[in-house]
T-cell receptor, first 112, second 111 residues
């Protein structure tokens, strides 16, 4: 079955540690995205990538980093510079043909 | 700047009809999307409008007026499982699929 997979579903980290969230898709989509969702707020774009080895900052990129070495994979690193990292992180992909984005199941990150 | 507004919460009765409104002010426009999100889960795609008018898909319909910067999602024959958040999102540029989301409308269905 084609889809987009995020792992893990729940993640706990100590303050000051970097953590990498995984996102893999087998839909052959060119574009991939990372969003952050906080309670009572909409999805906010962190980073996006439309082709391999290229990515752009979204609206809230500070404290995050990404890579796009393979079409299928778009990992997100939450660095210690991110002041408030506890949130629900959603990865999405799109075929750039005008349809909607497909989302992964999300990773709920809690930093203690 | 970008601004997408939706009501924060709505309540409707099982079997009834509900309309969720979305207004937007963005630097560009190349399509409006509606997503459904159950608590703790990922959003799922519901509908897409790029031209003015109504798009119907089963119990769900979505309307767009580009001149007014306005869309609505219409849900008919409401079921308890329709209790969820409904997210309005705008794509600003053709060829760049970046979406800007509203804060979402939490819909509660009561018996």
């Amino acid at each position: 079955d084609g889809g987009i997979t995020q792992s893990p579903k729940y993640l706990f980290r100590k303050e000051g540690q970097n953590v990498t969230l995984s996102c893999e898709q087998n839909l052959n989509h060119d574009a991939m995205y990372w969003y952050r969702q906080d309670p009572g707020q909409g999805l906010r774009l962190i980073y996006y990538s439309q082709i391999v080895n290229d990515f752009q900052k979204g609206d809230i990129a500070e404290g995050y980093s990404v890579s796009r070495e393979k079409k299928e994979s778009f990992p997100l690193t939450v660095t210690s510079a991110q002041k408030n990292p506890t949130a629900f992180y959603l990865c999405a992909s799109n075929d750039l043909r005008g349809g909607g984005a497909f989302f992964g199941q999300g990773t709920r990150l809690t930093v203690v | 700047g970008q601004n997408i507004d939706q009501p924060t919460e709505m309540t409707a009765t099982e079997g009834a009809i509900v309309q969720i409104n979305c207004t937007y002010q963005t630097s560009g426009f190349n399509g409006l999307f509606w997503y459904q999100q159950h608590a703790g889960e990922a959003p799922t795609f519901l509908s897409y409008n790029v031209l003015d008018g109504l798009e119907e898909k089963g119990r769900f319909s979505s309307f767009l007026s580009r001149s007014k910067g306005y869309s609505y999602l219409l849900l008919k024959e409401l079921q308890m499982k329709d209790s969820a958040s409904y997210l309005c999102a705008v794509r600003e540029d053709f060829g760049n699929e970046k979406l800007t989301f509203g804060t979402g409308t939490r819909l509660t269905i009561i018996p």
